[in-house]
């Protein structure tokens, strides 16, 4: 008797995949932990329900998994790359880039913005605390950099696009 070949398995990587992840808020009286050393892992077919008493840090996890915060501790997973904010990295199939404090600024704006088209004016202000009267164009040598660094091919932009005479808009893989 011959036993039967088990089914193939295909894993599926996560949709969204955070580790130890933490936020903390300042407050007047002090610093508030809101989420400390949380671990999750959502598949794109996932339904999700947090449950929880109030002041858990329910809405915070549910602001920091669609994008709308970025965490101060931990890492982000989206779309198979690691953004570690923490230690100013972006880690993919093995490689580890070291990115610079503009760079990881930059990220973290358009992921907060995801979705929305952001001017090049509006991020040096936001961004960098720069005027608006400074070159605009210096933001494109960032933008291609984190696009070597998050697109599978950079001169197709699937995540950072240009939005043509306004500036950048981050869209999730597939968007």
């Known amino acids: 008797m011959t036993a039967a070949p088990a089914a193939a398995t295909t894993e599926r990587a996560p949709a969204v995949r955070l580790a130890q992840v933490g936020q903390v808020f300042e407050a007047q009286d002090g610093r508030m932990t809101a989420l400390e050393g949380i671990d999750l892992s959502i598949q794109p077919t996932d339904f999700v329900s ?13 602001r920091i998994v669609g994008d709308l915060i ?8 989206v779309n198979g790359k690691t953004i570690d904010f923490a230690n100013l990295e972006l880690r993919s199939d093995g490689e580890t880039i ?3 404090m503009m760079e990881i600024k930059l990220l973290r704006y358009l992921i907060e913005h995801e979705g929305q088209t952001v001017s090049r004016s509006t991020i040096l202000e936001d961004v960098w605390g720069l005027q608006e009267d400074t070159d605009t164009r210096a933001i494109d040598n960032f933008i291609v950099r984190l696009r070597k660094y998050l697109e599978d091919k950079p001169n197709d932009p699937q995540i950072v696009r240009t939005v043509r005479g306004v500036g950048y808009k981050f869209v999730e893989k597939g968007g």
């Open 98 to 100: 070291h990115l610079t």
């Open 70 to 77: 970025t965490p101060t501790s931990g890492t982000v997973e």
């Open 50 to 62: 947090l449950i929880g008493p109030s002041g858990c840090g329910k809405s915070t996890l549910l």
